[in-house]
C-alpha cells in the first residue's frame, strides 16, 4: 500500500473505530421501538443504509456486495420476522461437539438433519433447509450451535459476537434477530473491531477475502466476485439495499 494512499485513508477516519461505532450505535438506537416490535421484516432503509456508509466511509456499493455475495441476489437477512438467515458450519460443530464429550458418530445417527446433508429438496429452498439444520443442532447443544452457525445479511458467526461489540452471544443473537439494520450495524462494528474496514475502503478486495471468507476464498473466487458485485452496483447509482 502506498503512502499517499494510507495518507488518505487516514484522512477518512478509519482508524478511529470508537466514534464509528458510537455513531451508527446512535443511528440504531433512534429506529423507534414501534417499527421494531411490529409482525414484520424490518428492512433496512435507503437513508439508514446511506447513513451508515457515510459514518464508516465505505460505499453504500461495497455493502451491497458484500451482502450479495453472502446473502444472495435479494439482499435478504431474514427468513421471516424475527428469524434471521443462518448457516450452521458443520465440520467445525461436530468438532466442538467431540471437545465437548460428545458422541459424534452416535449423534450422527440420531440427528442426521444436524450433522449430515443439507436436505434442500425436503425444504424447498436451501434458506429453509439451513434454518431446519440449525433447529437440529441446537437441540443436541444449544450455545454451540449458535456459536458455529453464520447469521444474517452478512453471515457473520456466533463465535465472534465479541468482535461485534455484543455484551454476550445472547445478544448478538438478539440483535441478529430485530432488523437489516442491526445486522449492519453489527457487519460495521465487527470489521471495525477487526481491521478489515480499511480493506474495504482501499477497495483491496483479495484482503478482505482473505480474512472475511478463509483459506477457501480463493476456490470460491470470494474477491473476484466481491469485484464484480461492487462494480456492477457501483455502475447502477441505486442507494437502496435492494
Not at 18 to 38: A, E, G, P, R, T
Not at 56 to 71: G, L, P
Request: hydrophobic share 40%.
Amino acid at each position: 500500500m502506498s503512502i499517499l494512499l494510507l495518507m488518505a485513508l487516514c484522512t477518512t477516519g478509519y482508524d478511529n473505530g470508537k466514534d464509528v461505532i458510537k455513531k451508527i450505535d446512535n443511528l440504531v438506537d433512534s429506529v423507534s421501538n414501534d417499527s421494531i416490535s411490529q409482525d414484520s421484516i424490518i428492512k433496512i432503509s435507503c437513508r439508514e443504509l446511506n447513513d451508515i456508509a457515510k459514518i464508516s466511509n465505505i460505499e453504500v456499493a461495497t455493502i451491497k456486495a458484500v451482502s450479495f455475495i453472502e446473502a444472495g441476489p435479494e439482499h435478504t437477512g431474514f427468513i421471516k420476522y424475527g428469524s434471521p438467515i443462518v448457516h450452521l458450519e458443520v465440520s467445525m460443530f461436530k468438532k466442538m461437539l467431540q471437545k465437548a464429550g460428545y458422541d459424534v458418530d452416535s449423534l450422527s445417527k440420531l440427528h442426521p438433519e444436524a450433522l449430515g446433508p443439507l436436505k434442500k429438496d425436503k425444504y424447498g429452498s436451501a434458506i429453509l433447509a439451513q434454518k431446519a439444520q440449525f433447529d437440529s443442532a441446537a437441540a443436541i447443544n444449544d450455545s454451540l450451535a449458535k456459536i458455529c452457525t453464520y447469521w444474517g445479511m452478512f453471515q457473520i458467526r456466533g463465535s465472534n459476537w465479541r468482535q461485534c461489540g455484543s455484551a454476550s452471544l445472547d445478544d448478538f443473537i438478539a440483535q441478529m434477530c430485530k432488523s437489516e439494520t442491526n445486522q449492519l450495524d453489527l457487519f460495521v462494528k465487527f470489521i471495525t473491531n477487526t481491521g478489515l474496514h480499511k480493506y474495504l475502503i482501499a477497495k483491496d478486495w483479495e484482503s478482505f477475502a482473505k480474512a472475511y471468507n478463509g483459506k477457501g476464498y480463493v476456490r470460491n473466487r470470494y474477491h473476484i466476485r466481491l469485484e464484480q458485485a461492487y462494480r456492477r452496483f457501483a455502475a447502477q447509482k441505486n442507494d437502496s439495499i435492494r
